[in-house]
């Protein structure tokens, strides 16, 4: 007799239960989206000025050659000639392993700014270098 209460109890429990909606199936949910790796470090100048630089042995050299200013100023050029970086995701040739704690230098091709574009040299010339982390700089 009990046990009929026990399965009886049971019956009810289930069929009081609220209907659930089925939840995605094991592998047909979308995979999580990873950041895409930054090419370039932005640094901000007091004016809100945007620049796109990367640097080499510790030294930051313009990636793009054009600056982007928000409005009212308009955005500019870099002068023609100025040394820029073109950014290659290929890590640099490395004849022995690094030791530092840093990731390892990238690949960039030395250029020329001419009407905002970074052109390549005639002669390619490639250097190691790093993204850096954006940051503002507050020197006028």
């Known amino acids: 007799?009990?046990?009929l209460w026990i399965f009886a109890l049971a019956i009810v429990a289930v069929a009081t239960e609220k209907p659930q909606a089925p939840g995605p199936v094991d592998g047909c949910e979308d995979p999580p989206t990873t950041?895409?790796?930054k090419e370039h470090g932005i640094v901000t100048d007091v004016n809100s000025c945007k620049k796109a630089i990367l640097t080499v042995?510790?030294?930051p050299v313009p990636a793009?050659?054009?600056v982007s200013c928000p409005p009212p100023r308009k955005n500019y050029s870099l002068p023609k000639g100025t040394v820029c970086l073109k950014f290659s995701k290929e890590p640099f040739l490395q004849e022995r392993k690094e030791t530092s704690r840093n990731k390892?230098?990238?690949t960039c091709m030395v250029g020329f700014c001419n009407n905002g574009e970074c052109i390549p040299a005639k002669i390619p010339h490639k250097v190691?270098?790093?993204v850096p982390r954006d940051r503002r700089d507050w020197r006028e």
């Open 104 to 106: 390892p230098p990238f």
């Open 128 to 130: 190691p270098c790093t």
């Open 64 to 66: 793009l050659c054009e």
């Open 35 to 37: 950041p895409k790796p």
């Open 1 to 3: 007799m009990a046990f």
């Open 57 to 59: 042995r510790g030294r």
